[in-house]
Nanobody, 125 residues
């Protein structure tokens, strides 16, 4: 069974940093594009950043551009989301997801078939 496991969430003050990790179980990342999505209380799940199957193409939501960086380490079979200059509005549950429906870095939620359980990120003072 294909599974994804996120880690690295936690509480941080505004302006702080966190690095999220996404590790698959039962498959390798080489064949998949990976997306990071987040869901704040009372809001819909939204795409934060996506990375293509090759890792060469990346896409970011406007709200995180310049602050977040996604990377894909195929050798270690892990995807990372480095989050800097965090703001309270970044608070939410962060999910990683995988898709073979596209080789591009497209954050189309409906295309992602495999999801992790999520990791909580809280930004507050």
């Amino acid at each position: 069974q294909l599974q994804l496991v996120e880690s690295g969430g936690g509480w941080v003050q505004p302006g702080g940093s966190l690095r999220l990790s996404c590790a698959p179980s039962g498959f390798t990342l080489d064949d998949y594009s990976i997306g990071w999505f987040r869901q704040a209380p009372g809001k819909e799940r939204e795409g934060v950043s996506c990375i293509s199957r090759s890792g060469r193409s990346k896409n970011y939501a406007d709200s995180v551009k310049g602050r977040f960086t996604v990377s894909k380490d195929n050798a270690n079979n892990t995807v990372y989301l480095q989050m800097n200059s965090l703001k309270p509005e970044d608070t939410g549950i962060y999910y990683c997801a995988a898709t073979i429906r596209t080789i591009q870095a497209l954050c189309v939620r409906a295309w992602y078939d495999y999801w992790g359980q999520g990791t909580q990120v809280t930004v507050s003072s």
